[in-house]
């Protein structure tokens, strides 16, 4: 009897693609992850559809394309977000700049009270303003508006410079130094003593 020769074991290579799996998971945990890992997963995927199988290539390369679509969408929304902030920040700055230099203002004048009860109309002639104190951050003097026996405002003409439109910034002023407040707002004028 003759031998039989003893079986031959054939190895197939697997049939796995290792680095498809690798992109779909990291796609698939960057999508979760709103769009942070996506562009790693979306390159791992590109790479690996070029060998066989490329199910989750394929898979990988398109949930790491949405993801990355997903975290540009947010970092442009985020970065519009800041930005604007920083424009409304801007806006307020001299406003609020303006208002202080007012409020110095309407101190001095209620300190400087002249002897038949009548209040300064002139900033140039209180102690203690420097020229830049005495114009608002847009270069513009400030006005003294006498409103009656013991009553005052400091006003700003705004960022136009014309007196009377709606950006002028006008503060009621008492003893104690009211605050600045803008136009359209509700004035209430309180006697100084």
Not at 58 to 64: E, K, R, S
Not at 132 to 145: A, K, S
Request: contains cysteine; aromatic residues 6%; charged residues 15%.
């Amino acid at each position: 009897m003759s031998q039989m020769p003893p079986p031959l074991y054939v190895v197939q290579p697997s049939r796995t693609n290792g680095l498809g799996i690798a992109g779909f998971i990291v796609s698939l945990v960057g999508i979760i992850s709103c769009g942070v890992l996506s562009p790693i997963g979306l390159l791992l995927s590109f790479i690996a559809i070029f060998r066989a199988p490329r199910g989750f290539a394929l898979a990988g390369l398109i949930i790491g394309f949405l993801g990355s679509v997903w975290a540009i969408f947010i970092l442009l929304l985020g970065g519009l977000s800041i930005l604007l902030a920083a424009v409304g920040i801007g806006a307020a700055v001299p406003v609020v700049v303006s208002e202080v230099r007012m409020g110095k203002i309407a101190a001095i004048v209620a300190e400087h009270k002249n002897p038949d009860g009548t209040f300064p109309t002139d900033i140039a002639t209180l102690p203690g303003i420097s020229p830049e104190e005495g114009t608002d951050v847009w270069g513009h003097p400030f006005h003294i508006v006498v409103k009656g026996v013991n009553e005052f405002e400091i006003v700003s003409d705004g960022p136009d410079g014309i007196a009377g439109t709606s950006d002028d910034i006008h503060s009621n002023s008492t003893s104690d130094g009211d605050r600045p407040r803008h136009k359209g707002k509700r004035k209430k004028t309180v006697p100084v003593d």
